[in-house]
């Protein structure tokens, strides 16, 4: 039944997280890759973190991906940082939850709807409040 919930803020957790592959792509009908309900990921491209002698402020592109609310994801094959980090910028890719799973509605509290823009604006929430730790400009 989590996979029709709102989304929820993420838990912290100790030590370094092994960000080194590129996580599930939500459910869809047309697969780019492996798919789970457990999805919600962020990818955060930069050159440099920031120091306790350099407090860098870059400006940062958040890239919501196209498909409809149907299909795509961010995969780093297909939404990579390859252009952009030559630009002296900090890129943010994600994904949300897509069709039924993102946009099924019961009318009601069970299955509120809408969930996968719920999902992007609680990115956009956590980004504004953690991207200074990448040297994002919030």
């Known amino acids: 039944i989590i996979h029709i919930q709102p989304?929820?803020?993420?838990?912290?957790?100790?030590?370094?997280?092994d960000a080194t592959k590129d996580g599930s792509l939500c459910l869809q009908p047309r697969m780019f890759g492996n798919s789970s309900e457990d999805c919600l990921i962020l990818n955060i491209y930069t050159t440099k973190l920031p120091t306790s002698e350099n407090a860098?402020?870059?400006?940062?592109?958040?890239h919501i991906h196209a498909g409809g609310y149907f299909i795509g994801g961010s995969i780093s094959t297909q939404m990579g940082p390859n252009?952009?980090?030559?630009?002296?910028?900090?890129?943010?890719?994600?994904?949300?939850?897509?069709?039924?799973?993102?946009?099924?509605?019961?009318?009601?509290?069970?299955a509120p709807g809408n969930n996968g823009l719920r999902d992007q604006v609680e990115l956009l929430k956590w980004v504004?409040?953690?991207i200074e730790r990448f040297c994002g400009d919030p």
């Open 128 to 130: 504004k409040h953690n």
């Open 56 to 62: 860098c402020k870059r400006p940062v592109i958040v």
């Open 83 to 110: 252009y952009f980090l030559d630009q002296d910028i900090v890129l943010v890719t994600f994904n949300y939850r897509l069709a039924s799973m993102g946009f099924l509605s019961t009318g009601d509290e069970h």
């Open 7 to 17: 989304p929820q803020p993420v838990d912290k957790w100790e030590g370094v997280y």
